[in-house]
């Protein structure tokens, strides 16, 4: 069961007071953030995009060793570079898992027209180089889980501090499906490992509808049993 209607979602009223306080002034970041996948073309101020990338850099992390690596991408020409290679990548794939020719060509087309679209990119990376190394393979890879959730933190950040300056976003996943290609095409460090990429800019729609679980779907509470004499 999922919920669409606003007026119905119990945290509303904290939203709607009126004088905004601290916690009224991030509730309503918060709830107002929508994922935007078309952009107005005026660029942010690099100014604004920098002080992103400062909300950023607060976020917490494993063991505070900060694994998160960012590449802005603002030049028309890299964009298409990028997307150009990812859309043949895209294509690739697609035409060997035999899917529909046309399909492909509009995907690959849609994916163009978001990544050149979109005024700024922000590229998240993983680095493992300061993280901790260890023999085994299950403790490497909870090690690396680490990084890559510091690394989500810190996109997050980015997201909210976005929607506080006027800006929307948009996480796309598609980088993390070919890291090596992304690395390759925008020249970066063996150890910057992509994990995603914000879309960011002046949002020319509102996004789509807010849908999400009930809170009781989602959460199991853990409460002390009622005491005997209190009922
Ligand atoms: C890890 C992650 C990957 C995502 N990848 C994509 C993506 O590749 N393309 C896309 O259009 N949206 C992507 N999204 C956005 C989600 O679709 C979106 O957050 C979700 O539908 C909820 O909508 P909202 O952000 O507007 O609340 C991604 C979000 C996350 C957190």
């Given at each position: 069961?999922?919920?669409?209607?606003?007026?119905?979602?119990p945290?509303?009223?904290?939203?709607?007071?009126?004088?905004?306080?601290?916690?009224?002034?991030?509730?309503?970041?918060?709830?107002?953030?929508?994922?935007?996948?078309?952009?107005?073309?005026?660029?942010?101020p690099?100014?604004?995009?920098?002080?992103?990338?400062?909300?950023?850099?607060?976020?917490p992390?494993?063991?505070?060793r900060?694994?998160?690596?960012?590449?802005?991408?603002?030049?028309?020409?890299?964009?298409?570079?990028?997307?150009?290679?990812?859309g043949?990548?895209?294509?690739?794939?697609?035409?060997?898992d035999?899917?529909?020719?046309v399909?492909?060509?509009?995907?690959?087309?849609?994916?163009?027209?978001?990544?050149?679209?979109a005024?700024?990119?922000?590229?998240?990376?993983?680095?493992?180089?300061?993280?901790?190394?260890y023999?085994?393979?299950?403790?490497?890879?909870?090690?690396?889980?680490?990084?890559?959730q510091?690394?989500?933190?810190?996109?997050?950040?980015?997201?909210?501090?976005?929607?506080?300056?006027?800006?929307?976003?948009?996480?796309?996943?598609?980088?993390?499906?070919?890291?090596?290609?992304?690395?390759?095409?925008?020249?970066?460090?063996?150890?910057?490992?992509?994990?995603?990429?914000?879309?960011?800019?002046?949002?020319?729609?509102?996004?789509?509808?807010?849908?999400?679980?009930?809170?009781?779907?989602?959460?199991?509470?853990?409460?002390?049993?009622?005491?005997a004499?209190?009922?």
């Amino acid at each position: 069961m999922y919920r669409t209607d606003t007026l119905e979602r119990p945290w509303q009223d904290h939203a709607d007071v009126g004088e905004a306080s601290p916690d009224a002034r991030f509730t309503d970041v918060v709830l107002n953030r929508r994922s935007v996948r078309r952009y107005l073309p005026e660029q942010p101020p690099l100014a604004t995009i920098n002080r992103l990338l400062e909300m950023a850099v607060t976020a917490p992390s494993a063991h505070n060793r900060q694994p998160w690596r960012f590449v802005v991408i603002r030049s028309y020409q890299e964009k298409a570079r990028l997307a150009k290679a990812m859309g043949d990548k895209l294509e690739r794939d697609r035409m060997a898992d035999n899917d529909d020719p046309v399909d492909i060509k509009n995907d690959v087309a849609r994916s163009f027209a978001r990544i050149t679209g979109a005024p700024t990119l922000i590229l998240l990376c993983v680095t493992m180089a300061e993280m901790d190394s260890y023999r085994d393979a299950d403790r490497s890879r909870h090690e690396f889980c680490m990084a890559t959730q510091s690394v989500a933190m810190a996109g997050q950040n980015i997201m909210l501090a976005a929607q506080a300056s006027g800006l929307s976003s948009c996480w796309m996943c598609a980088p993390m499906f070919c890291p090596t290609l992304v690395q390759t095409t925008l020249n970066l460090p063996e150890d910057w490992v992509p994990q995603g990429m914000l879309t960011v800019g002046y949002p020319a729609n509102t996004g789509k509808p807010f849908v999400r679980k009930p809170i009781q779907d989602v959460v199991v509470y853990l409460d002390e049993a009622p005491h005997a004499t209190s009922q």
